[in-house]
């Protein structure tokens, strides 16, 4: 669908320009934040990475509610919905073949993989600093 797509792209070109984001999970009942650094826009789909390894892997895969928070000057992006996990790791396997960073982390040695999801049931909004939504995207 044409408004998800060009959501898809917005969302992209915000995460692009702030280079770093945060996801938030919960933990029990306790948030949880971390910055991450990559996504992907493919097929009209954000797919972010997460080692499999790590808590923020096993916080998702029991309560798969997440929001991302970026920051570009004084807008923000607030993109949050429910986590899908690809079911096999071949998506993973070849964002790790092209990051020498990654590869370090994630090979044969350590055993460890990159889970790699989407959102779905998602809602993205950019806001200026008082809070007031400019754009707003369903998928």
């Known amino acids: 669908d044409t408004m998800a797509l060009e959501g898809a792209e917005r969302i992209d070109e915000f995460l692009n320009e702030a ?10 009942d306790k948030p949880k934040n971390r910055p991450l650094g990559f996504h992907l826009l493919k097929d009209g789909k954000i797919y972010f990475g997460v080692g499999d390894f ?10 798969p509610y997440v929001e991302i928070v970026a920051l570009v000057e004084t807008d923000f992006l607030r993109y949050y919905g ?3 996990f690809e079911e096999d790791y071949t998506l993973g396997a070849s964002i790790v073949a092209g990051n020498e960073f990654l590869q370090g982390i994630y090979n044969d040695e ?6 790699i999801f989407h959102l779905e049931e998602a809602t993205a909004e950019i806001r200026d600093i008082t809070g007031k ?5 369903e998928f």
């Not at 280079?19 to 029990?28: E, I, Q, R």
């Not at 350590?110 to 889970?115: I, M, V």
């Open 110 to 115: 350590t055993g460890f993989k990159l889970g």
């Open 133 to 137: 939504i400019n754009e707003s995207y």
């Open 54 to 63: 790590k808590d923020v892997y096993k916080q998702m895969r029991k309560n």
């Open 82 to 84: 429910k986590a899908v």
């Open 19 to 28: 280079k770093v984001f945060f996801l938030a999970t919960v933990d029990g």
